[in-house]
């Protein structure tokens, strides 16, 4: 059974720094993309970040880049979000996610993700 937890949640100050991390079990991703999404209250679910399955790719959306980094070690089968100078609109549930297919050669926010963790809180204060 293939699970993705999500960990590194918390609440901060703004300007803050936390880094969320992933970690699979029941398969291993290594030549799959993984990709951060988050969903604040009352909104949908939006793309933060994805990496492609060698971590020579990534993308991010324009609200976060410059301030949010994407990695992996697949060494550990787990992804990595470094989120520095946080502000309160990043306050959200934030969710990782796997793609099923094989050395995926475009990533972003319109790939299908297959698997999903549970989320984890982050909470920015003013």
């Known amino acids: 059974q293939v699970q993705l937890v999500e960990s590194g949640g918390g609440l901060v100050q703004a300007g803050a720094s936390l880094r969320l991390s992933c970690a699979a079990s029941?398969?291993?991703?290594?030549?799959?993309?993984r990709a951060w999404f988050r969903q604040a209250p009352g909104k949908e679910r939006e793309f933060v970040a994805a990496?492609?399955?060698?971590?020579?790719?990534?993308d991010y959306a324009d609200s976060v880049k410059g301030r949010f980094t994407i990695s992996r070690d697949n060494a550990k089968n787990t992804v990595y979000l470094q989120m520095n100078s946080l502000k309160p609109e990043d306050t959200a549930v934030y969710y990782c996610a796997a793609d099923g297919l094989t050395r995926r050669t475009v990533i972003g926010p319109r790939v299908k993700y297959d698997y999903w963790g549970q989320g984890t809180q982050v909470t920015v204060s003013s």
């Open positions: 990496i492609n399955w060698s971590g020579r790719s990534t």
């Open positions: 029941g398969r291993t991703f290594s030549n799959y993309a």
